[in-house]
């Protein structure tokens, strides 16, 4: 005999095989997924029915609230990963574990840090801001004369150049989210529109370009064209409606929203406006990239279009077969999202998944499927694109652009930036999942 949940089970539209069902079940048929859903999942309806026993935690005072809220104990897992943690003098990297959250908004302490030198330990009431050069008039700002010009609030993420580039690899690596796409995160900055301060300043029509420089001990510069200064950069001084965090730039960092991590200068302590690149490092030696054939792409500025599943994915294993929501995170450079296909088979046939809104410019996009797992062996993706019609490469078409990737690659060349193929996640009749190339 079939009973009431597997009747709800079987009307749920399987849109594209392998058990992917029709994104709107999450929307205009939310309670007949739901209960489809939950069959088998949880106590009897008889044993819901009798009152819940009393907790302990029920039974006595809770804690004193603290100054300032932190996660509970039970969530001590979702943290960072860090690729410096003794501190050594080098480069440091910590990933955002995105396979552990939900939502679109990166917390600031989960926010990733790429820093060359650790990050500096700045008095805000002694730190300046110059804009010189090519100006009519150059000025110096601190944090209080900054405070008195209008802001201006907006959510945008922030990717290195080189997230996602175990993906070059020949062979798949087999890590998790955090260890694949973790330098990337997402935050609501508030500041100071940067053409609002040139404003004050003046631009002499011979400036072209800016050269943003930080307080950091590397001085971390990158030249950037005035067009987009004067389109949507920003001054920002707070992160999540908080002061910026101190590894995120504390106490104001330049905003580039949807251009390479670098780009975003932290702990912004000069601008200058000049009529040219100045060919600093980080445009030069580093964040240049190989294409096919003897050449590198330079002042290659904006992160394209890319997405991937978040759960579920490496490190999460599913609990038998049955329904479960497919989800992750997408986002583009050049504008909003436009929409999101899931495969389950590998990339055979695709579905189109429900984007959760709202769907922003430059910001990471929740998109979710509803999924109903039989237990076999399968390869989960996601594709992307953007309103602008760029499209989430393949590995083979990205390959074709830019060439195989080599061992003996020249040092002139950054080899493994801009990385936004479609990534593949299997799972086995376990329920284990690996990384793959589908």
Known sequence: MINKNERLASRLPDVAGNGLVDRRALLGRGMLFASAATAGIGSSLAAAAEPLPVDPWSKEPGTVIPPYGVPAKYESKVVRTLTNPNNEARTSNARTPHHLLDGTITPAGLHFVVARAGFPDIDPSKHRLVIHGLVKQPLVFDLEALSRYPKVTRI?????????????NKDPIQANVQAIHGLLSCSEWTGVRLSTLLEETGIDP??????AEGADAPSMNRSIPLAKALD???VALYQNGE????AQGYP???LVPGYEGNMNVKWLHRIKLIEEPVMAINETLQYTYRVAGPKIWQFFFPMEVKSFITQPSPGLTLKGPGFYEISGLAYSGNGRIAKVMVSADGGKSWAEAALVEPVLSKALTRFRMPWRWDGQPVVLQSRAWDEAGNVQPTRSEMFAERGEPKVNTPVTAFPMGHMNVITSWAVDHNGEIKHVYG
Do not use: Q, T
């Not at 922030?158 to 993906?167: F, I, K, Q, T, W």
């Not at 011979?206 to 050269?211: F, I, P, Y």
């Open 156 to 168: 945008h993420f922030v990717e290195c150049g080189g997230n996602s580039a175990p993906l070059y």
């Open 206 to 211: 011979k400036a072209k370009w800016l050269l």
């Open 232 to 234: 949507d950069a920003m």
């Open 243 to 246: 002061r910026i965090n101190p």
């Open 252 to 254: 104001m960092r330049l």
